[in-house]
Every structure is written in structure tokens, then in C-alpha cells.
């Protein structure tokens, strides 16, 4: 399953503000591009929403050779609940911790070399204090799970992806598409995996031709699928065909069609400014500030 390939973790966001200076300014990624949606995403992109929302996408180089971070904002919405679900993502660069350490933002040293931080709504990252490589500096996703042999089992059979290294001690199992890519760590946890509302999305490519073949054998295997095939528009942008999967337990997977995606996901030069135009415009916080009143709390 070479053909296959990382791309991007969902966040849900509740403050634009703060979370745009934690990726720009704390770990240094740069705006890939930037989308507003009037309505709610038909694979609901920005969870089980309406109304109107943004993307953002931010890392440190274009999504063709980068695992990035997409940012999805429900305007209304302040901050969700976390659950037991996403344990962390790792990236190595000493200018990121240098930065944070600049910045004032909350580091816990937690190993040799390593730091851990949060992004605003309490998402972990653990950054590794050594240079920032050439290539991708983005090395691994962990996600929890209740039963570590099942799961290694669908991610590898169904999903295709390659085990790379297994920590008994640890209970983890390390997986990936290729050795060059961001890797999927699952870390058993022993009890059920709880989402929260603010459950997060891993996305991966194939070439689209696969997308039909892999919404069947999950089919066959009597597998969750959440969203079967269909077909996403960006207003101006390439349409893309997307099925989202439900692993063991329930972490989300969407697989995007490589061919079209590839397209929609070029860098655009103007996604910085379009990201400060949005939240310039947006005076939902003086709003609610001005009548005495909270955001949702989702």
C-alpha cells in the first residue's frame, strides 16, 4: 500500500486567535490555506454542525510531502470537551521549543530531549529538542485503543499500513504507509476509548480508483463506515471523493482520493492573510462579551 500516504489530523478549535499563535508562532508552521464554509460539511468535516465554519490548514510544508494539521472552527462554538481518545503528536524541533520557552507557553519536560506542551482546547504535543530536519518534521500520531492485537489487525489487514516497531512494555505498536511518512502510533489503554465532543479525524490518500475497493471490503468485514463514498466540493477548488471509516474504536478515518486531493491542497500564498481577515471579521467574542454571555460549549 505504498500508494497510500499520511496527510492530516482534525482538530476542532473553539479560538482561532489562540490556536493560530500556538501553530504560527509556538511551533513555527506556516498557513497552508485557508476555507470558509457557509453550511456544515457533507462528511462532516466539522463534526455533526450546520452552520457556518472554516479550515485551516497549517505545517511546515505542503501537504504532498507534509503531515499537517487541519483546523476546523464552528463560528459560535468555544471549546469542546476532550475525551480519552488523541494522546499526542511528535515533532522534533528545538526551534519550536525555543520559541515556547520565548513565548511563556507551558513546556513540561518529560524525557530526555523531550518537551510536553498543549495547544489551545488541551490537545498534547510532545516536541523533540533537536534540530528541525530537512524532510518532515512531523513523526507520529498516537491514538488510544481498548484492545491492541484487534486494532493492529485493522489498521494493518484492512488499512494496509506496515507494523514497524512493537513495544511490548509500552503495549504500542507503531504503523505507517511508508518509512519516509508520519507514522500511527496505537497505545493500548486497557478500557474503552472515550471521544468527547471534540474527536478528532486522521486523513490518508489513496488513489481514488481504491476508494470503491476499500468501502467494499469494509463492507465484507462488516467494518463501521460513517460517510460512504461521496463527493466534497470546495467553492473554486478541486472536487474530492471521500469514505470515512470507524476503526475498533471509533477513531475516525477518512481516505480522500490522491489525484484530487492533490489538487485542492496546493499551497495558497494568500492563506495567512485570509485566516486574519476571518478572525478580524469575526466579532462573535465582542458579541457575546458585550451581552454577558458564553459560547456554546459543545
Known amino acids: 500500500m505504498a500508494l497510500r500516504r499520511a496527510l492530516?489530523?482534525?482538530?476542532?478549535?473553539?479560538?482561532?486567535?489562540?490556536?493560530?499563535?500556538?501553530?504560527?508562532?509556538?511551533l513555527g508552521m506556516k498557513i497552508l490555506r485557508h476555507e470558509e464554509f457557509e453550511e456544515g460539511c457533507k462528511a462532516t468535516c466539522n463534526g455533526p454542525y450546520d452552520g457556518k465554519w472554516s479550515k485551516t490548514?497549517?505545517?511546515f510544508g505542503p501537504e504532498d510531502d507534509h503531515f499537517v494539521a487541519e483546523l476546523t472552527y464552528n463560528y459560535g462554538v468555544g471549546?469542546?470537551?476532550?475525551g480519552s481518545d488523541f494522546l499526542g503528536l511528535t515533532l522534533q524541533s528545538s526551534l519550536a521549543v525555543s520559541n515556547a520557552k520565548q513565548l511563556g507557553w507551558p513546556l513540561t519536560h518529560v524525557g530526555e530531549d523531550l518537551y510536553l506542551t498543549e495547544a489551545p482546547g488541551g490537545y498534547r504535543f510532545y516536541l523533540?529538542?533537536?534540530?528541525?530536519?530537512?524532510?518532515?518534521?512531523?513523526?507520529?500520531?498516537?491514538?488510544?485503543?481498548?484492545d491492541l492485537q484487534k486494532s493492529t489487525h485493522y489498521w494493518s489487514f484492512l488499512l494496509g499500513m506496515k507494523v514497524m516497531e512493537r513495544n511490548?512494555?509500552?503495549?504500542?505498536v507503531l504503523m505507517g504507509f511508508s518509512d519516509t511518512q508520519c507514522k500511527l502510533e496505537l497505545h493500548d489503554v486497557g478500557v474503552a476509548v472515550h471521544h468527547g465532543t471534540a474527536y478528532g479525524r486522521i486523513a490518508f490518500s489513496c488513489p481514488r480508483e481504491q476508494l470503491s475497493d476499500l468501502e467494499a471490503l469494509m463492507k465484507k468485514e462488516k467494518q463501521k463506515i460513517l460517510t460512504p463514498l461521496v463527493s466534497l466540493d470546495t467553492p473554486g477548488k478541486a472536487t474530492?471523493?471521500?469514505?470515512?471509516?470507524?476503526?475498533?474504536?471509533d477513531h475516525e478515518i477518512c481516505f480522500v482520493g490522491d489525484e484530487s486531493f492533490r489538487q485542492l491542497s496546493q499551497m495558497d500564498t494568500n492563506g495567512n492573510a485570509?485566516?486574519?481577515?476571518?478572525?478580524?471579521?469575526?466579532?462573535?467574542?465582542?458579541?457575546?462579551?458585550?451581552?454577558n454571555k458564553q459560547k456554546a460549549s459543545a
Open 79 to 82: 471549546d469542546y470537551r476532550i
Open 128 to 146: 523533540v529538542d533537536k534540530e528541525q530536519p530537512p524532510s518532515d518534521p512531523v513523526q507520529k500520531v498516537c491514538l488510544a485503543v481498548s
Open 168 to 172: 511490548e512494555e509500552k503495549k504500542t
Open 274 to 291: 485570509l485566516l486574519d481577515k476571518a478572525m478580524a471579521e469575526d466579532k462573535s467574542d465582542e458579541w457575546f462579551a458585550k451581552h
Open 240 to 249: 474530492v471523493e471521500v469514505v470515512i471509516l470507524a476503526d475498533p474504536d
Open 8 to 26: 492530516h489530523f482534525v482538530f476542532k478549535v473553539g479560538d482561532r486567535s489562540k490556536t493560530a499563535t500556538f501553530y504560527r508562532d509556538v
Open 57 to 59: 490548514m497549517v505545517g
